[in-house]
């Protein structure tokens, strides 16, 4: 990319990302709802890591109102505590995790789930936190471990998409204190995807590894990272791209 051509792209980020951040450009669905708990919980990064899991091809802001459903309701409130789910049987979990939703996939959501569950509960003594200690707090050793060490005992969640976006969604909804948060990937989904193409950064049919790659390389020293990015774009794309810049 040009030095000329990268700098009024940049300048149209810029502009984008303060529109996002004075309201100017609208918040079409509310996201990642969830039950308000203490940032520094547990409870809090178990609700925010296990629904991710199960976060692909389907309709994000619908799957986290399954999952609010899922952990206010006293009978199904247990599936959030991996020490609570490794004593249960197979059905019992299909059965709760279907209720309001939250499993899509009957069988392979319920074993992701389980997968999880009993891997956290293994290793890290049912809490995420734990996980996030051994990684040392530092984005691309928590994303080795996740995607190369330990990918079988998190599946989904160890993917390029979920694992990038399980990080930035701990770093805006817990307290944790993550190093190099540049390297947290913009989320390629669809609407990045779409904004990637109508700003003119590639053409249709550009793959999400790629888009993440340019992103990265766009946002590279400019103050705002990646990860700050994608919810500024999934909105803008929502609403066809308006305001205009």
Known sequence: MEQKHKEKLLARVKKLHTLYKTGKIKTLAKHEVNPGLETSSREQYLYFTLPPCLNFQRNSPAMWASALKTFQDSKTNYLFFPEKVVTKKRATIQADLIKHKLALQQNKHTDIWITISTALHRHYNSDPRELLKTGNYNIPEILTLLQQT???????????????????????????????????????????LNCTIHLGMAKPGVSPIEAAKLWKDLLHNSGITPAEMHAVLWNWSRDNFQPAV
């Open 150 to 192: 330990q990918r079988k005992d998190f599946p989904y969640i160890s993917g390029p998409k979920l694992s990038n976006y399980w990080l930035y969604i701990l770093s805006h909804f817990t307290d944790a204190k993550f190093k190099n948060m540049q390297e947290i990937s913009i989320i390629p989904d669809t609407h990045v």
